[in-house]
């Protein structure tokens, strides 16, 4: 006997690669509804490479009662206003959005570090799924600080448009396209020109000088991780259609070489180390992309902290940053809470 599941957004980058996870891992739906705004009511979609397409059915008229699971990939304006409405039918949401990510009473989970959390979801029926640059950094730094105790995380990251949905990603291609060609290139979605250029800003100012995105990646990891970790980021949009990096730099309250590193990485859940220190032995974007893992790479020693590491931290954003996350935290939910058969 399976579940019930929809998915709130289906026509959207995540809504599709959430329907593309959960035929791919074979998650056990009984019945399963690809959920949009009134404008996308009747448009199909695939479920993953299964060849079923589904019709996507109108958020406005949707009734939750009886449906096990849903997967919201909307955005926060359509969670604030539909999220509670499914919570309090009984099913369990499962939210994308930044929305619900620090309230106290919904935990927010990666699957491979902070598993327990999730038994505190009755409180609200609703679970949050981090930011796409927060869950891939946490996969790998769980077993490093299990191992030694992180104190402090400088991280620069390199986000794809992806990270900023479809129109990010037409943006990219258009604007490419008008540069090969002499045209103007204009941005729109973004502040500047994004195509062979990059922009250190991603989401909206605050007060203090960062931007939102930073904010959630401080934030975020330390209600995931450990709240004792000092966290500052440096969040940059790349002109890279698909997959998230990041150069993280630790500071460890005992001593760990980079060897001792490497050896933790090689056994972590949801990490692939791929560091041969040669020419490509490293992994890119690019090679991340439709693949699970959080890649680690560059893993080297910092001469000038004491028990200090750098590494290189790749994944597909779409996946582990978003969706991946998401149907994992289902399979969780399903494990621990909603056995059913």
């Known amino acids: 006997m399976g579940y019930r599941v929809a998915v709130v957004g289906a026509t959207g980058n995540v809504g599709r690669e959430m329907l593309a996870v959960l035929a791919e891992r074979e998650f056990p739906c009984d019945e399963i509804a690809a ?38 990939a909307a955005g926060s304006g359509p969670s604030a206003e539909y999220a509670p409405k499914a919570a309090a039918a009984g099913c369990v949401v499962i939210d994308n959005s930044s929305l619900y990510r620090m309230d106290p009473d919904v935990p927010l989970i990666v699957p491979e570090v902070n598993p327990d959390a999730i038994d505190e979801y009755k409180k609200r029926n609703i679970i949050a799924n981090p930011n796409c640059s927060t869950a891939q950094m946490v996969v790998a730094l769980k077993p490093l600080h299990d191992a030694a105790g992180i104190k402090r995380v400088v991280v620069s990251t390199y986000q794809s448009v992806s990270g900023a949905g479809k129109q990010g990603m037409d943006e990219l291609f258009e604007q490419s396209r008008a540069i090969f060609v002499g045209d103007q290139a204009e941005p ?68 760990i070489s980079a060897e001792q590193a490497m050896e933790i990485l090689r056994e972590a859940p949801g990490v692939m180390l791929i ?49 991946l996350n998401a149907v994992q935290i289902a399979e969780l939910l399903g494990r621990r809470h909603l056995k059913k058969g």
Not at 37 to 43: A, C, I, Y
Not at 46 to 55: H, P, Q, S, V
């Open 35 to 72: 959920v949009a705004s009134s404008r996308s009511t009747g448009t199909e979609v695939e479920f993953g490479d299964t060849g079923r397409m589904l019709k996507c059915k109108n958020i406005e008229h949707f009734d939750f009662t009886g449906w096990d699971i849903a997967l919201f």
């Open 188 to 255: 729109k979605k973004f502040t500047k020109q994004i195509a062979f250029n990059v922009i250190p800003h991603i989401d909206s100012f605050l007060d203090d000088g960062s931007t939102k995105e930073e904010w959630k990646m401080v934030v975020e990891t330390k209600k995931i991780l450990d709240p004792k970790i000092k966290v500052t980021a440096t969040c940059v949009r790349v002109p890279v259609f698909v997959g998230h990096s990041e150069a993280i730099n630790l500071e460890f309250e005992r001593e």
């Open 275 to 323: 560091d041969k220190r040669e020419d490509g032995g490293y992994i890119t974007p690019i090679e991340s992309v439709g693949d699970a893992a959080t890649f680690v790479s560059r893993v080297r020693e910092d001469s000038t902290i004491e028990n200090g590491l750098n590494i290189w931290c790749v994944s597909d954003n779409l996946r582990k940053g978003a969706a």
